[in-house]
């Protein structure tokens, strides 16, 4: 096990009737910026819950963060922190509202003069303004942890930011709140947590055994789950899983003492700056790829894999890790996610070269737990994936 | 699943060469009392890295806390941390000094007059002193969460408290302690984080799949690991296992959303108060009593343990379920430790009334997860234990 540090001081209240919490969670006086999306929380009666709850609080509105928060409209609300003197942010949202809320966590104390550069330079976040969350749509993770990824219209960017600084006081998970997700938005959570316990996982083994269970603990509940909670969305017991699952895959605790990879996500948000692909999706369209491609340096923990996941006791090493490889793909098929980029546009001749050439352009020379996977290895990957 | 909160702000720096690292981890300025039991961190060198880290700190130093933190020896300390001005508490030792160092910390901050209040009256401690670790044996987990267990010895009392003011700031894991451990002491925490998994898993389904799973994964690692610690201590990659097992097992992630028993702990402590038998001895001497007297109610998990964590697949539920006791008994028989209060003491007849008695006096009549355990229960429950 490699020498590691973790501390996550996030607080979850979890379960029902958690939203009302709000009330006393937000400390007293504190002027309040709310952050959402689209608004469908103004369709499923969360908007209300949390208004309501926020009685007591002077409170400025900021909706429509898109997915994939993006910089240009994430300034707007900038702007408001600033001349409305906020103090405090809730984001009720899944991943982007969130995210988005942690760019302005950092940029509302950041002292430099474009906020930008905390992405391109990656300054670390050591102290934010202070927010909360309402979580709406399990997925990223980013509940419970201090990352973000902010999306650069203009310029096709999708950068990754974070620091002590980003993690929420608190964040309030209510898996009643599955009810009124779309089929596909749960498809993407599944997808989306899945991959993020592999690319904490599926690298070389390390002699880290709890790490490596709980990983396995947090894949096995998503398998198990994934047809409960599509088949069933308002399936309490099957919600509560699944967003417990979500949350678990990234907060910080599988990663600790291991390797990780993260190639899949380096190369999956390219995919999407280029083809506004979901970005679950995009990291099922290069699983596959990824691992036969890493094959050799990555089968002992695939066939570990394979034999305590998938219950894969036949067959050679190798036989054992293609065969995880196999179950992997079929399993977002069987949520319904497609897993070639050709499914997805017609346009994708040349994504590979386009991918390469930014990471280059970025100095990206080796990716990967290892740091060797090249620019031309990506090239390789992104062409399988076709 | 149930509803839960949870909160863990405990700050975990693990691995090798992590003991300087409290040179930066104590906030400046601070007056640190120096806690420490035996002095065998004397012996095996850890008393010289932590003392060459503290150079830049006024430091005191207060030795000799024993096995089970006894109050009266406690009180001593709490008299030096308010002559000398203490800000700051340093532990160095296992799961006894470190209690002994949380009951300090609520204590230092107590306004009432006997600090024995804390524990007989059940006072929470919202806001302690200050306090990090520095973990030399793992067992108890009480480096990673805010409880202590306080013993005191003229009235043969042992009694819990907590509170989120006894979370430690910090806490430094460096597996390589173990090297040092007397192989008695590794069993106890081997049996003793195993058990804490058990209390806290060993009830009723709820469907926290995640849960169960992850509590699995503990015991899975420690079975593991056990015959690979105890047959060599300086084993780093199982040494490093078996300390974030220990951590993982009682940091208070497991036992959200799902019932807890403790039942096992609750009538175990009062063997160690009557016999000063070892805490961990005492819970393997009562977990087979315990499962096999509650079969009726634990069925389902304990044949879901059996087929998980043990691999039995044939026979019915209550055939699992008891070949799951029987494993457990052997477990503890594997790593050295009795399992009949008889191997303990010759005295051991009357205890179960005794136990009983005390339960009674503390109006605690009805223990376990459904609170259904009288004190008649307890009585049978000890007795299947002599």
Redesign the interface.
């Known amino acids: 096990?490699?020498?590691?540090?973790?501390?996550?001081?996030?607080?979850?209240?979890?379960?029902?009737?958690?939203i009302e919490k709000l009330a006393t969670e937000i400390p007293p006086n504190e002027k309040v910026l709310l952050l959402y999306g689209g608004g469908s929380i103004k369709k499923n009666g969360i908007y209300e819950q949390v208004t309501k709850a926020l009685s007591n609080f002077e409170v400025v509105e900021f909706g429509g963060i898109p997915a994939n928060p993006e910089y240009e409209v994430l300034l707007k609300a900038l702007k408001i922190i600033k001349e409305k003197q906020i103090t405090f942010l809730l984001a009720v949202g899944g991943g982007s509202v969130i995210d988005g809320t942690k760019f302005l966590a950092s940029a509302a104390l950041y002292k430099g003069e474009k906020p930008w550069d905390i992405l391109s330079e990656k300054i670390r976040t050591e102290k934010g303004m202070p927010f909360g969350t309402v979580l709406t749509l399990p997925a990223t993770g980013s509940e419970m942890n201090s990352g973000a990824v902010i999306t650069r219209k203009g310029t096709k960017e999708k950068l990754g930011m974070g620091g002590e600084g980003l993690f929420p006081q608190f964040s309030i998970l209510d898996p009643q709140v599955i009810h009124s997700i779309p089929k596909r938005q749960i498809a993407n959570g599944l997808a989306d947590s899945f991959t993020h316990v592999l690319e904490q996982y599926m690298t070389y083994p390390i002699?880290?055994?709890?790490?490596d269970?709980?990983a396995?603990?947090?894949m096995?509940?998503i398998i198990?789950?994934a047809p409960k909670i599509l088949g069933d969305a308002t399936d309490y017991?099957a919600a509560?899983?699944f967003m417990?699952?979500c949350t678990?895959a990234l907060n910080g605790l599988i990663q600790?003492?291991v390797p990780n990879d993260w190639a899949i996500h380096a190369m999956g948000h390219e995919l999407t700056a280029l083809y506004g692909i979901d970005h679950a999706r995009t990291l099922a369209i290069l699983t596959k790829s990824h691992y036969t491609y890493n094959l050799a340096t990555k089968k002992e923990k695939l066939a570990q894999y394979a034999e305590r996941v998938w219950n894969i006791s036949e067959g050679t090493l190798e036989d054992k890790s293609k065969a995880g490889i196999d179950k992997t793909e079929a399993f977002f098929h069987s949520i319904g996610i497609d897993t070639k980029l050709s499914e997805y546009t017609n346009d994708y001749k040349g994504t590979a070269e386009t991918i390469s050439k930014s990471f280059i352009k970025r100095g990206w020379d080796g990716i990967g737990e290892h740091g060797t996977l090249t620019p031309k290895d990506v090239v390789k990957i992104v062409e399988m994936s076709y």
């Open positions: 096990m490699n020498n590691f540090e973790f501390k996550n001081p996030t607080k979850i209240l979890f379960g029902k009737s958690q002699d880290a055994a709890l790490q269970r709980f396995e603990s947090i096995q509940t198990e789950t017991k509560s899983n417990w699952c678990m600790k003492g």
